[in-house]
């Protein structure tokens, strides 16, 4: 969805580094999310915010840490990456007062991580 | 939330209806289902949801057991660019952990000419 982007779309980077991912979303959403995949897998939930003000622990939080910048913005860092957090990361965005409500995400393009 | 049970892969003729099933024995009463879907390596998608009644949208309609224990997702009229991995996911609609989206491994629906 054109709504939610994400940068970098693919990024390769070295044992140790520290690495932000971003997210922007014009959809006007109070929620924002972020799920990793990995190859053959369904996504994982790694972190949510509902608001500007509310960040949430999601399945897989270890090794990661976010940052809502705005209610547009919502950053997610790994401050050492190892290689088994190599994987697609998406970002998506949900809101209250859509007629599916809560549970209809619209998510990002994608960003392939690879840490050696 | 209720954990779902999807075959791994399926197979359709392109014009053919694709019927996906979905077992959820488990969900309890105010717990939806969902479908989603995701086009190789592309953000999912949402198609449809619902609760107790059949649901039908531009995209696809939606069979829901009466029992709720099964439902099953029809493409009436699948095309090449369906081929996808289709997610069934149940969910409560508000609750403490609204919004969380749980996905298993979906079902790899392949469409052939």
């Known amino acids: 969805d054109a709504d939610v982007t994400q940068t970098p779309r693919n990024r390769i980077t070295k044992t140790g580094k520290r690495i932000m991912l971003e997210c922007s979303q014009t959809k006007g959403h109070d929620r924002m999310y972020w799920y990793r995949q990995d190859p053959g897998l369904g996504l994982r939930l790694i972190y949510y915010s509902f608001d500007v003000k509310d960040i949430n622990k999601g399945e897989i939080s270890d090794g990661y840490s976010v940052s809502r910048q705005a209610q547009a913005k919502f950053s997610l860092s790994l401050e050492s990456a190892i290689p088994n957090q190599t994987a697609l990361y998406f970002c998506a965005t949900s809101d209250t007062t859509g007629t599916v409500g809560i549970n209809e995400q619209f998510f990002g393009p994608g960003t392939r991580l690879t840490v050696l | 939330d209720a954990k779902t049970t999807q075959p791994t892969s399926m197979d359709c003729a392109e014009g053919r209806a694709a019927n996906l099933p979905c077992n959820h024995s488990?969900?309890?009463?105010?717990?939806?289902v969902y479908w989603y879907r995701q086009i190789h390596s592309q953000g999912p998608q949402y198609i449809i949801h619902g609760l107790k009644n059949n649901e039908t949208n531009e995209m696809a309609s939606l069979i829901i057991t009466e029992d709720r224990k099964s439902s099953t997702l029809i493409l009436p009229h699948a095309t090449l660019r369906d081929t996808a991995v289709y997610y069934c996911i149940v969910r409560v609609e508000g609750g403490s952990t609204l919004g969380r989206l749980y996905f298993g491994r979906g079902t790899q629906l392949t469409v052939w000419p």
């Open positions: 488990t969900i309890s009463g105010n717990e939806y």
